[in-house]
């Protein structure tokens, strides 16, 4: 799967300032756009701005493309309160449609990459765990947004819980990436960067909770005791 990834990143990017570039031809500047001129041409674009960015993370988001680049382009183009709210429904938006793509076609189209020792330690907490286990799966860096779609589909996770620990989970994260994105302006609530310390850190006891917790299939076997 690296060199779907690997494409699908080069056609984020290039889309992405193709997208850029229309708009500053459409707003008559003759050169690259600097930070602020990007702000007031996504602003003189008006509701299309924040539509065809949702849009375009959405299409990008499903398949295994990293959702960095676009989190940090909202905070860029829209600053840190309006960049995250976008990012988080076009993460919503994209982890439904992968969840509901896998469940509606059975699981074939990834059935055969869940066979991996992680993938098969994820799928068990989510389906024994619910809400608490997709919540603090979506805190940790090394599982890929795409591929907790795709296992949740697969496994018997259903689908409120599914949803509310995906927002819940990738707020953190979104929250700090958002401001980083929005850094570059020198504007930076600074009550935006608590928020993200304070739930990462009670992400963290999830995580911690979650990986401790037994599953079925790994509670200790009690020996039988002796007839009488």
Request: a positive charge; hydrophobic letters at 55%; charged letters at 10%.
């Amino acid at each position: 799967m690296r060199w779907w990834r690997q494409i699908l990143g080069a056609l984020g990017l290039v889309l992405l300032v193709a997208l850029v570039y229309l708009l500053a031809r459409a707003h008559g500047l003759t050169s690259m756009p600097h930070v602020q001129d990007l702000r007031r041409i996504v602003t003189g674009a008006g509701i299309w701005g924040p539509v065809v960015f949702v849009a375009l993370q959405v299409l990008l988001n499903i398949p295994p493309f990293p959702r960095t680049v676009f989190t940090v382009s909202a905070g860029l183009l829209f600053g840190s309160i309006p960049g995250t709210l976008l990012t988080l429904a076009a993460t919503g938006l994209a982890a439904v449609i992968a969840f509901w793509i896998v469940r509606l076609t059975g699981g074939k189209l990834v059935a055969r990459y869940a066979r991996h020792p992680r993938a098969v330690w994820v799928r068990r907490r989510l389906d024994h765990h619910g809400i608490l286990a997709v919540t603090s799966l979506r805190l940790i860096p090394m599982v890929p947004f795409a591929a907790m779609n795709y296992l949740s589909g697969l496994s018997a996770v259903r689908f409120w819980p599914y949803l509310i620990g995906t927002l819940l989970g990738s707020a953190p994260s979104t929250i700090a990436i958002v401001a980083l994105g929005d850094a570059v302006t020198g504007h930076v609530p600074p009550a935006l960067l608590a928020v993200s310390a304070t739930c990462a850190a009670v992400g963290l006891v999830g995580v911690v909770v979650a990986a401790r917790r037994p599953v079925p299939d790994e509670e200790p076997v009690r020996a039988e005791e002796p007839a009488a």
